[in-house]
């Protein structure tokens, strides 16, 4: 299996850190893709327009939502 490079470097950050930390990493990551439901991850160092108009409605819902529950 060949990795990307972003692959590589998310291994390599990974081992840098302290077992329980590492854990909680690959139980977030495990969580996003359940989330994504297999879809597969598109990488880009750079965000579109509708990337980050995308990103704003989602977090300000994501916050008023918080709000009404009184997190």
Do not use: C, H, Y
Not at 38 to 56: K, M, Y
Request: charged share 30%; glycine share 6%; proline share 4%.
């Amino acid at each position: 299996m060949v990795l990307s490079a972003n692959e590589e470097s998310l291994i390599k950050v990974v081992r840098m850190l302290p077992p329980g930390e590492a854990t909680k990493v690959l139980v977030w990551a495990q969580q996003l893709a359940d989330l994504g439901s297999g879809r597969p991850v598109e990488w880009s160092d750079s965000w579109s327009d509708d990337d980050l108009r995308d990103a704003t409605v989602a977090s300000l819902e994501r916050f008023e939502q918080q709000e009404r529950e009184g997190r």
